[in-house]
């Protein structure tokens, strides 16, 4: 019997792992390396913006916000919206656009990333976060990320299968390296990005992420983003509270998909560019002078809700006035993500709904509901549950209370799902018409698009 195979392949290792030749994986590594560089150099613009802003140096920037008087609140806004309407604008009109949407080239083969106007475009991304604009910071360095892979691409002429594999190895690598979570980061490309698990996908994803990750650390930090107390294994009452409340956050997440599809189709185009972006960064300054955790891409706003006590009705109004602030922005024409603002979203919302549950069932921590929230809204929110719920786990360290986390984020996705086929990332895209097979490709290994509701 020597020689003979037993048995039969597992179906997640076909034998397209032996398409990718020696020179894919050194891109792979190489574009890592270009992943954490440009995280550094994005984190970098954004803390220096921050600093001239409200003089933050450490520790939660809404807090910083918060010291600063009144008046210096709305400036500040002011100033950012600004300043991004004018950016945006000269962008677009003089120079030729943002640099390209990775998501587009990748799920739907069209398209191309420019590294220069995409790094031009993510400095002036962290600019609007670090001046108060309620997005996230993740996408800059998941663009950069992703345009670095797209260069070393077209630089050693990959074929295009390859080459859209690099790209999402890149996006994720940038998102790993900007909040520590390598695993996630690895999950994000294939699972968003790919929308398959298989051995030739999983490998050069979790290579890049980690690269760019251990290059980070030269300058960003190698800890946990979020610090949450030690949680309890799970008890009867926050099962039942995940079973019930997962259905909700769903509903949630649906409306909240929703209200990002009607921002991304209502963007301002030519000179509005220049007036509403300021018109809506003022109108959040004045919000913020008494909501200051509103005020950025809601790292605060999660550890808030992580560990704050706050009652109802400031759960309640934090709970509406994120996703609306998120919208408005977005609206407004910002560029920027919505990782980290679904996330604060869900965590929010996920203490509010737990603060009720004690009222009926008292016996657990107020962390646990908002961790749980956070992870199952923001699974139904990208349409990826693997990736959410390392995502989750990555940031918070809450491995206790796994099953519950489980729990809400099947009901969450399975309700979702029922009312709006869209993602956060989908709904940011028109709709287009699937793409035929590309000659060589039979949909079973790298570069097959994700498949997404319109």
Not at 205 to 215: D, I
Not at 229 to 253: C, D, H, I, K
Not at 432 to 450: N, T
């Amino acid at each position: 019997m020597s020689g003979e195979r037993r048995g039969t392949a597992q179906p997640n290792v076909p034998s397209r792992l032996a398409d990718l030749p020696p020179r894919f994986w050194v891109l792979a590594v190489a574009t890592g390396i270009g992943a954490g560089v440009g995280a550094m150099v994005m984190m970098g613009v954004l803390r220096a913006v921050q600093h001239l802003a409200f003089g933050y140096h450490a520790g939660e920037y809404s807090a910083a916000a918060a010291r600063a008087s009144d008046l210096r609140i709305v400036v500040v806004l002011a100033a950012g919206g600004l300043v991004t309407g004018v950016g945006l604008y000269l962008l677009r009109r003089f120079g030729g656009g943002t640099g390209g949407e990775p998501t587009e080239v990748v799920w739907n083969r069209e398209g191309e990333l420019s590294l220069v106007r995409t790094l031009l475009t993510g400095a002036l991304s962290e600019l609007s976060v670090a001046m108060g604009c309620s997005i996230g910071r993740e996408a800059a360095p998941q663009r950069t990320g992703a345009a670095a892979g797209a260069f070393l691409g077209r630089r050693f002429s990959l074929p295009p299968e390859q080459r859209r594999l690099l790209i999402a190895c890149g996006a994720g690598a940038g998102l790993g390296a900007v909040y520590n979570v390598p695993f996630a980061g690895g999950l994000f490309a294939v699972e968003i990005y790919l929308g398959t698990l298989s051995l030739p996908i999983v490998l050069p994803a979790l290579l890049t992420s980690t690269v760019a990750t251990a290059v980070s650390w030269i300058t960003l930090p190698a800890h946990t983003v979020y610090l949450v107390p030690r949680l309890a294994n799970p008890t009867l009452s926050l099962m039942v509270f995940a079973a019930l409340a997962g259905p909700v956050l769903g509903l949630a997440s649906a409306g909240y998909i929703r209200l990002i599809t009607w921002a991304s189709d209502h963007r301002p185009k030519g000179r509005l560019l220049l007036v509403e972006p300021l018109v809506v960064f003022t109108a959040l300054g004045f919000v913020a002078i008494a909501y200051p955790l509103l005020l950025g891409n809601g790292v605060d706003l999660a550890q808030f809700a992580f560990t704050g006590s706050a009652g109802l009705l400031t759960l309640l109004a934090l709970s509406v006035l994120k996703p609306v602030a998120t919208g408005a922005c977005l609206r407004s024409g910002a560029t920027g993500g919505l990782f980290t603002p679904t996330m604060s979203f869900g965590a929010v919302f996920g203490a509010l709904l737990g603060q009720l549950w004690l009222l009926v069932w008292p016996g657990h921590e107020s962390a646990s509901f908002a961790v749980i929230g956070a992870a199952a809204l923001l699974t139904a929110a990208i349409e990826a549950p693997l990736t959410g719920i390392t995502m989750t786990l990555e940031l918070t360290h809450t491995l206790a209370i796994t099953a519950p986390i489980l729990l809400a984020a099947v009901g969450a996705n399975l309700v979702a799902r029922r009312l709006d086929l869209r993602s956060i990332y989908s709904a940011r895209l028109a709709p287009v018409r699937a793409a035929p097979p590309e000659d060589g490709e039979d949909g079973s290994g790298p570069g097959r698009p994700a498949p997404r509701g319109t």
